[in-house]
């Protein structure tokens, strides 16, 4: 069974910091790219940052790009998100996902396969 354990959401101030944690189980975690995709109220998915399991090179949405930082811990089956510089247009759900295709962390119309319960980020003004 597949299982997503994800932590690390909730209140921050503009300008301040957040850290996501996702451990994950049930897959194995080498066959999959692993990443973070958000979800704010009345919009669509965007991915934001994701790790190529192949060449480990890493992905981020220019909306975060310079701001947030991804890594992983292989051996745990765990990939972070660390949030800085935080804006209101970062509240949002923010969801970590696995999927076989890069794309579906970059173009919204491609599928992940899996992803967590999601966590609540909520970045005030």
């Known amino acids: 069974e597949v299982q997503f354990v994800e932590s690390g959401g909730g209140l921050a101030q503009t300008g301040g910091s957040l850290s996501l944690s996702c451990t994950a189980s049930?897959?194995?975690?080498?066959?999959?790219?692993i990443g973070w995709f958000r979800q704010a109220p009345g919009k669509e998915r965007e991915g934001i940052a994701c790790?190529?399991?192949?060449?480990?090179?890493?992905y981020y949405a220019p909306s975060v790009k310079g701001r947030f930082s991804i890594g992983s811990a292989h051996a745990k089956g765990t990939v972070y998100l660390q949030m800085n510089s935080l804006k209101p247009e970062d509240t949002a759900v923010y969801y970590c996902?696995?999927?076989?295709?890069?794309?579906?962390?970059?173009?919204?119309?491609?599928?992940?396969?899996?992803w967590g319960q999601g966590t609540h980020v909520i970045v005030s003004s």
């Open positions: 996902a696995v999927s076989r295709q890069i794309m579906g962390f970059i173009d919204k119309d491609y599928d992940l396969d899996y």
């Open positions: 049930g897959f194995l975690f080498d066959d999959y790219h």
């Open positions: 790790i190529n399991s192949e060449t480990d090179s890493t």
